[in-house]
Structures are given as C-alpha cells and as structure tokens.
Nanobody, 115 residues
Framework: QVQVVESGGGLVQAGGSLRLSCAAS????????MGWYRQAPGKQRELVAH???????TYADSVKGRFTISRDNAKNTVYLQMNSLKPEDTAVYYC?????????WGQGTQVTVSS
C-alpha cells in the first residue's frame, strides 16, 4: 500500500506561481512513477506531468515551459512548480503514485487562477 498526500494549492492571479507537493508513504520502494493529473469542472482528468524513478519526465503540451516536476527521493516527495499560471490551469490537482500493481491517488488540491 502507498499513501499520497498533496499540499500547496490555493488562489493566485494570472501570471503568478504556485508549488505543489506530494508526499508518499508506505510501500514506497515499489513506486515506479509519480506525477500529477488535474481535473477542471466538467472535464476529464488529464495528465499534467510524470517523473519516473529513473528520472524520465513527461509533460502535457499545455504546461511545457511553464511547469516543472521534480522528485526528492530522500523525502519520497514530488513537486510541481507552476509558473506563468493561466485561468485555464484552474482545476483540482491530483498526485499519483504508480507501482507495478496499481496506481494510488491523493485526495486532490484545488488550484484557482484568477484573471
């Protein structure tokens, strides 16, 4: 079992920045990939960014150049630095930890970008 807990959401003006954190606990040795998804009202949940245990990065086209995902293996934590935020980035952001067996989701953190 893996538990994931997000933090760092909030309200920010367009052009501003936020940093999200996700701490994993439990069977952390089994985690292959950690990352972030988001879900805006009335839309499907979508990938924001992934980071694999070997360091490979994946970003959605809509956030490339603005968001940076990083991982602190010593703290079992993944971060999402979000810069140049836009109103369309408004969503609930979910952390995900993926093992060989299944994916574990956090409870989500709200990010609201005002215009």
């Amino acid at each position: 079992q893996v538990q994931v807990v997000e933090s760092g959401g909030g309200l920010v003006q367009a052009g501003g920045s936020l940093r999200l954190s996700c701490a994993a606990s439990g069977s952390i040795f089994s985690i292959n990939v950690m990352g972030w998804y988001r879900q805006a009202p009335g839309k499907q949940r979508e990938l924001v960014a992934h980071i694999a245990s070997g360091g490979d990065l994946t970003y959605a086209d809509s956030v490339k150049g603005r968001f940076t995902i990083s991982r602190d293996n010593a703290k079992n934590t993944v971060y999402l630095q979000m810069n140049s935020l836009k109103p369309e980035d408004t969503a609930v952001y979910y952390c995900i930890s993926i093992t060989d067996v299944r994916a574990y989701w956090g409870q989500g953190t709200q990010v609201t970008v005002s215009s």
